[in-house]
Structure formats: C-alpha cells, structure tokens
C-alpha cells in the first residue's frame, strides 16, 4: 500500500481539532518548502530573465502605477 493512501486514510480519521492542528502544521511547511525553492532559483540566477523582462517592461511604459 501506497504511503500517500496511508496518509490520506489517516487525515481522514482525525478529529477537527486535530485536522486544524495538521492544516496549521502543514501549511507553514508547505511555506517553508516554497521559500526554499524559491531561494534557491534566486541564487542560481533561474529567475534573472523574469526580473529582466519586468524592468524592461517598466523602461518601456508598459506597467502602471499602483
């Protein structure tokens, strides 16, 4: 059996409280594990060519005040 169907079987089984407590919990480690990545293109460059396009975007009058 599958460990996501194990887990799935158990998050089923929990109380509300205890569903709050794991959505709590497993919401800052998503968070944390997306911060993770996304620092990680930060410093490999991987998102240079965004920021490029942006601030040649903004050069070009094609953005608008917020």
């Given at each position: 059996?599958?460990?996501?169907?194990?887990?799935?079987?158990?998050?089923?089984?929990?109380?509300?409280?205890?569903?709050r407590v794991f959505r709590?919990?497993?919401?800052?480690?998503?968070?944390?594990?997306?911060?993770?990545?996304?620092?990680?293109?930060?410093?490999?460059?991987?998102?240079?060519?965004?920021?490029?396009?942006?601030?040649?975007d903004l050069h070009e009058?094609?953005c608008t005040d917020l």
């Amino acid at each position: 059996m599958s460990t996501v169907i194990d887990i799935e079987r158990a998050v089923e089984q929990l109380s509300p409280d205890e569903l709050r407590v794991f959505r709590q919990w497993f919401s800052e480690r998503d968070a944390a594990e997306w911060d993770r990545q996304f620092e990680a293109d930060v410093a490999s460059g991987r998102l240079d060519a965004l920021g490029q396009e942006a601030l040649n975007d903004l050069h070009e009058g094609k953005c608008t005040d917020l």
